[in-house]
Structure formats: structure tokens, C-alpha cells
Nanobody
Framework: VQLQASGGGLVQAGGSLRLSCVAY????????IGWFRQAPGKEREGVSCISSDGDFTYYADSVKGRFTISRDNAKNTFYLQMNSLKPEDTAVYYC?????????????????WGKGTLVTVSS
């Protein structure tokens, strides 16, 4: 089982990025998945998650209305579209798999993690 995140980079405030996470070694459609982030000197925090069937999504208050999570089970890939980026969004972003089909976005409930991709937002 492996998750590979990509799409990070340097962007100016107000810009957009789309993160992707490709799943290997398992069938994505059976699992809820999520995105976390960790800024320098801070704890890892949950950003967003989506249930296995895509019917339920959750967003942290700090990103609500700006970020959109989605999934393409046929491609075993999920995404995080990030718009109106702010300097405080600067962090390493991690994709992760939930232990089941429901969206919980609990750090200890995620059973597999990608290595992370760095997002830097300049002011």
C-alpha cells in the first residue's frame, strides 16, 4: 500500500494549486481519504476528507470555501483544489487513507500516509 502526493510548489497569495494523491496497492473506492498539513513548528492538522462514496465531505474552518476535495476512483486518485491561497496555508501537505469508508479525519485513525508535498504561499 502506498500513497504518492504531488502538486505542491511556490505560489503567490491569492493563487491556486491542485494537489494530487495516487493510491497504489489497494482499491481506493472502498476507503475514505483525507488531507492533512503541517506548518513549521506546528502540529499536523486535518484539512479535509471525503467518504468512500464521495457523498460526504468535511473541511476545516480555516479552508472552508477555498479548498475542494474530490476523488476519481477510476484513476485511484484524489485531489485537493486550493484556491485563494494565503501565507498561512504554507505547510507540508499529506494525503492519508482512513481505516474505513467513513470520513473521520483523525490523525490516529488514518492507516496509511503519503510522504507529503510542500506548499509555500508568498505574501
Amino acid at each position: 500500500v502506498q500513497l504518492q502526493a504531488s502538486g505542491g510548489g511556490l505560489v503567490q497569495a491569492g493563487g491556486s494549486l491542485r494537489l494530487s494523491c495516487v493510491a497504489y496497492g489497494f482499491t481506493l473506492e472502498y476507503y475514505a481519504i483525507g488531507w492533512f498539513r503541517q506548518a513549521p513548528g506546528k502540529e499536523r492538522e486535518g484539512v479535509s476528507c471525503i467518504s468512500s462514496d464521495g457523498d460526504f465531505t468535511y473541511y476545516a474552518d480555516s479552508v472552508k470555501g477555498r479548498f475542494t476535495i474530490s476523488r476519481d476512483n477510476a484513476k485511484n486518485t484524489f485531489y485537493l483544489q486550493m484556491n485563494s491561497l494565503k501565507p498561512e496555508d504554507t505547510a507540508v501537505y499529506y494525503c492519508a487513507r482512513e481505516g474505513g469508508s467513513s470520513c473521520e479525519l483523525s490523525y490516529y485513525g488514518m492507516d496509511h500516509w503519503g510522504k507529503g508535498t510542500l506548499v509555500t504561499v508568498s505574501s
